[in-house]
């Protein structure tokens, strides 16, 4: 608990430190005109396989049209991130050549090799979200991939994989259209549990022609069917029965009882600062879902009454990406949520007491209605220490540039810089022609590739190459990378909440599996430090409760922080505690 | 936003074109003199037993395929079930059959448009309106819906003028042709048009108002400003534009300004739920709870559908530590939409 000499130290802080902070760091927008200069060098740097999903220029059905998602994470344990590409297939089926996923091994120079069929990743098939968690504690990050059909589970060997789903009971039925998908330790037993998302029960054999139903219309115009009116299904709970096999937990968790469906992405993040984990579903033309840890092994969906569930209007949207961070400095993590064209993205600001309020219009979020938004992931580009925000953009309909209403298949990024005082700015027209070109984005996940403190954007576009966006730009600003290792908690510290503390600034992060559109990205929290040179402390909560601090730590580094090796910090009744 | 971009046209478009239909046919031209099978099967039609009715003649077709008629009662059947594509099939062979049938011609071109093939509805709407030019105004409203959304501005403009009895180059026909393309989400058409329309007349009420309503639509709240206050200049009288002036300056954190423009806004028409809800969202926001909690429930009394001013209502209660109220206020909101959602179709 903060105790009130906290909370009053807390507001002379924001009050004092704040403006003072804002006035000395470097920041991207203090640049007049060009404040980034993000370019694509997917092909350059060896990420040549193009994404095949369903028709080229037309999508009969819906299942052809949103696409896959991206993980980075470092499959080989050499301290540098990869690359992972999810594929799909198309209806009629690609008897010849059909495409897999694609594994890219970092090569440490600014290019990937394409290590597919060494890694054993070679599968085909209907492939869509993408997940990374060490289940077994094995120090080797696994794979988890959905799959309009059987969901893969993708076992790290040494760097080799091996798919065991089936016998690890984690496959599901084959019938389930899965999408979104997250590793949670949500009992805190030290291994990680997996939550897939579910969009629908979708019949490939006999599904709905375009225009059939009204809900086949879109702007007078028959397009493919849904989600409306298709059978909607449950998300899935898995609980880690720490033998290498996981129990379907859904209905014995609850996760069952809930508004939302047809669902996307999964955010897990402990938004009660509870020390439990909940997690956060966006859900398509439906209310999307918070399920709030009951800490006894069920969730309750609180999304409505938390109220991140509609936008302000209490209006349900398309929800389709969503990203985490705490992005005005309170100590809060907020949420901000992608959505269907002719409307908004949602940010939903915490409040600090288990609810959120939408403050989408007054953070200067409310003027770009007319894209399509996926892949969404906070990130400090200019490291000046407010987490900034990318959204990739993509529509749905090829149908829609015939139609010349403004709207058109390929769209542009947008990239919007944190101005630091709880709004943000639209950069996208000087941030690069990465950001400026058009293409049918879905997927999304950032990393620092190179471990120099430079943030970069892999996206998956759909039926066409994908980008691999890096920033040209140059900052004067420090940063760090954190990475918490468990060792009674789950190996991969997923769930580790971790505070930076430098002379003017505590920040905060939490390490996240999932998140942005059925993606993943490098889950080594960075922290943009602008012009301080020092860092105070770093001090982790781990999932088991453990706090510690670790003062070794410094700037523009990557530094592992293993459970046991800091100095504790102590530990409320609860096994929790919260820097203050 | 949500308030905003509803448009429910369709749904009630539907309901009307059915129910004329069903007028319609009951005086239909295809007396039943032809076979007994064909008797069996309008007779189960007559019942709303449709899905028999197809079993019915899907066997008797099968047997008799020589047989006149059978594709129109089928086509008939399955556009009363709402499978609109199956309809179309059945509903042309029957036109090819019998190019005087207007039944099935009206049928074949509604048919169409329900499963948004507009093109083709635009021949078996245009026989139609050669029919009859001037009885049918809900074919002539569909027929003009479907030249917009296909691009064929002028014969829109043309047959929506005719329908509203104005002149097609007249500032009316291009304000009325905006208005129909705002409904379709065609929003740059949309906005040409009223241009045009006030170009041909400056002063034409209601034009500022909807091209501020489609700033709005897209985020640009400057420009929505500009456009509600040049409505007002013509029509100072237009509580609408108040209210959407309201909910602007409520976007941009402009909570005097917005208190200030609603308060107008009601009492120019209090009767007007949504001037209720935005001043509600602004109050909300101020803290000043029990003023809120009136305009809501106010709304509520006025339009108890408006989702938004429950939404509210549940936020407010929350914040006052009121859970049950809470729930049952956002419960209220989730369930309302869940009927809007199931009777409107589509995705958003």
């Known amino acids: ?580 | 936003m949500a308030t905003i971009h509803l448009r429910p046209e369709r749904v009630v478009m539907t309901l009307v074109l059915l129910s004329l239909f069903a007028v319609s046919h009951a005086t239909a031209a295809f007396a039943q003199n032809q076979d007994d099978g064909l008797s069996t099967a309008r007779s189960l039609l007559q019942q709303g037993k449709n899905r028999q009715a197809i079993a019915w003649l899907e066997t008797f077709a099968a047997n008799r395929p020589e047989l006149k008629g059978v594709n129109h009662e089928l086509g008939v059947a399955h556009y009363r079930e709402g499978e609109y594509l199956e309809a179309a099939k059945y509903l042309q062979e029957a036109w090819n059959e019998n190019d005087d049938d207007h039944d099935a011609a009206q049928l074949l071109g509604l048919s169409y448009y329900f499963s948004g093939r507009l093109v083709e509805a635009i021949p078996a709407l245009e026989k139609v309106r050669s029919w009859r030019p001037e009885a049918n105004i809900d074919a002539m409203y569909v027929l003009a819906v479907c030249y917009a959304v296909t691009k064929r501005y002028a014969e829109a403009l043309a047959t929506f003028a005719q329908l509203y009895g104005v002149s097609p180059d007249s500032a009316a026909a291009h304000l009325l042709m905006g208005h129909m393309l705002i409904r379709q989400g065609l929003d740059p058409a949309a906005e040409s048009e009223i241009r045009a329309a006030l170009r041909v007349s400056p002063q034409l009420p209601l034009g500022h108002l909807a091209l501020g309503e489609l700033s709005v639509y897209g985020g640009n709240y400057p420009q929505a400003i500009q456009e509600f206050e040049a409505e007002l200049a013509l029509n100072p009288a237009c509580a609408a534009a108040l209210t959407q002036l309201g909910e602007v300056y409520w976007r941009l954190n402009r909570d005097e300004d917005s208190k200030k423009v609603l308060r107008r806004s009601i009492s120019l028409d209090s009767m007007a739920p949504t001037s209720y809800v935005v001043l509600g969202k602004v109050l909300f926001r101020e803290g000043r709870l029990a003023l809120a909690e009136q305009n809501l429930h106010r709304a509520i009394s006025l339009d108890p559908g408006s989702y938004t001013a429950h939404y509210f209502l549940g936020q407010l209660y929350r914040d006052q530590g009121k859970s049950e109220a809470a729930q049952r206020e956002m419960k209220a909101a989730a369930r309302i939409q869940q009927l809007q959602a199931t009777s409107a179709g589509g995705r958003n």
């Open chain 1, 1 to 580: 608990m903060r105790t009130r000499a906290g909370w009053i130290l807390f507001l002379i802080w924001q009050v004092v430190c704040i403006p003072l902070w804002a006035r000395i760091v470097v920041s991207a927008q203090d640049r007049a005109t060009q404040i980034a200069e993000f370019r694509d060098i997917a092909q350059k740097a060896g990420l040549t396989a193009a994404n095949v999903f369903g028709g080229k220029d037309t999508s009969t059905y819906i299942l052809e049209s949103t696409g896959t998602g991206v993980a980075i994470f470092d499959y080989d344990n050499d301290g540098w991130p990869d690359i992972f590409l999810v594929n799909g297939t198309t209806v009629t089926g690609l008897a010849e050549s059909a495409p897999t996923n694609h594994l890219y091994r970092n090569n440490h120079d600014g290019s990937f090799t394409d290590v597919t069929a060494s890694a054993g990743l070679t599968a085909t098939g209907w492939g869509q979200g993408v997940c990374v968690g060490d289940y077994d504690n094995d120090g080797w990050e696994d794979l988890y991939v959905t799959y309009y059909g059987k969901n893969r589970l993708y076992h790290n060997i040494g760097g080799k994989f091996e798919e065991v789903g089936e016998t690890a009971g984690v496959a599901g039925n084959g019938r389930t259209w899965g999408s979104g998908c997250a590793f949670v330790d949500y009992d805190r037993d030290g291994y990680l549990d997996l939550v897939v998302a579910d969009y629908a029960d979708f019949d490939l054999l006999h599904p709905p022609a375009p225009g059939k139903y009204p809900t086949c219309l879109w702007k007078g115009i028959a397009v493919f069917c849904g989600p409306r009116g298709l059978p909607a299904t449950k998300n899935i709970l898995y609980r880690n029965l720490r033998n290498g096999h996981f129990q379907d937990v859904t209905l014995s968790s609850h996760f069952d009882r809930t508004m939302g469906h047809y669902c996307f992405s999964v955010s897990p993040f402990d938004y009660d600062d509870d020390g439990w984990p909940d997690i956060y579903v966006a859900c398509d033309s439906a209310p999307s879902i918070l399920y709030h840890n009951n800490q006894d092994g069920t969730f309750t969906d609180v999304g409505i009454l938390s109220g991140v569930a509609y936008n302000a209007d209490g209006r349900e949207q398309a929800g389709m990406g969503s990203t985490v961070a705490d992005y005005d400095g309170d100590g809060h993590l907020d949420l901000f949520r992608t959505n269907f064209s002719d409307d908004t993205s949602t940010l939903y600001h915490n409040n600090g007491d288990g609810t959120f309020r939408d403050v989408t219009y007054q953070a200067g979020l409310g003027t770009h209605t007319r894209y399509l938004g996926w892949g969404t992931m906070f990130f400090d580009f200019d490291n000046d220490g407010w987490p900034d925000l990318l959204l990739v953009n993509g529509h749905v309909y090829p149908e829609v540039d015939s139609l010349k209403i403004g709207i058109d298949y390929n769209e542009p990024k947008l990239l919007y810089h944190n101005r630091g005082n709880g709004t943000f700015a639209d950069v996208s027209q000087v941030a690069g022609p990465g950001i400026t070109a058009r293409t049918p984005a879905r997927g999304l996940a950032v990393g620092d590739l190179w471990n120099d403190g430079r943030l970069s954007a892999v996206v998956v576009n759909r039926n066409s190459l994908p980008n691999l966006l890096v920033n040209q730009t140059k900052y004067p600003n420090h940063w760090i990378d954190v990475r918490p290792v468990g060792t009674r908690s789950n190996r991969s510290g997923i769930g580790s909440r971790v505070s930076v503390r430098t002379t003017l600034r505590l920040q905060s992060g939490e390490v996240r599996s999932g998140s942005s559109y059925i993606s993943n990205s490098d889950m080594r929290l960075h922290f943009g430090l602008g012009v301080e040179n020092e860092i105070q402390s770093i001090e982790v909560r781990w999932p088991s409760g453990l706090v510690e601090r670790f003062s070794d730590a410094a700037v523009d580094t990557v530094m592992m922080v293993k459970e046991g090796t800091g100095e504790p910090v102590g530990a409320a009744a609860d096994g929790l505690h919260k820097p203050n």
